[in-house]
């Protein structure tokens, strides 16, 4: 299983972005995905769920309004569109299977800061 996550940068509180997430062979048909997110000094947690056919979603509360999951199951690709971006969202970004499986592939920083 891979997994690459990309997209993030630095943006300025109250900025937008849209990671993208590309596995391999055909992951994101097959099990629920996730993206999770680690701060500095945190543990990494889950912040936004798709089951596999992308009719479910679920957020956790802190992020519920300004973030968006979708799949593109044609394209093996999760993505997760995060507006009103606040300086507590920074973190480095991740997706994975849900329940996660243990390779975590290459997350992708978001920095938040005027």
């Known amino acids: 299983v891979q997994l690459q996550a990309s997209g993030g940068g630095l943006v300025q509180p109250g900025g937008s972005l849209r990671l993208s997430c590309a596995a391999s062979?055909?992951?994101?048909?097959?099990?629920?995905m996730a993206w999770y997110r680690q701060a500095p000094g945190m543990q990494r947690d889950w912040v936004a769920f798709?089951?596999?056919?992308?009719?479910?979603?679920t957020y956790v509360d802190s992020v519920k309004g300004r973030f968006t999951i979708s799949s593109d199951i044609a394209k093996n690709t999760v993505y997760l569109r995060i507006n009103s971006l606040q300086s507590e969202d920074t973190a480095v970004y991740y997706c994975?299977?849900?329940?996660?499986?243990?390779?975590w592939g290459q997350g992708t920083q978001v920095t938040v800061s005027s």
């Open positions: 994975n299977t849900w329940p996660p499986q243990p390779y």
């Open positions: 062979g055909n992951i994101v048909s097959i099990y629920h």
């Open positions: 798709i089951n596999r056919d992308g009719t479910t979603t």
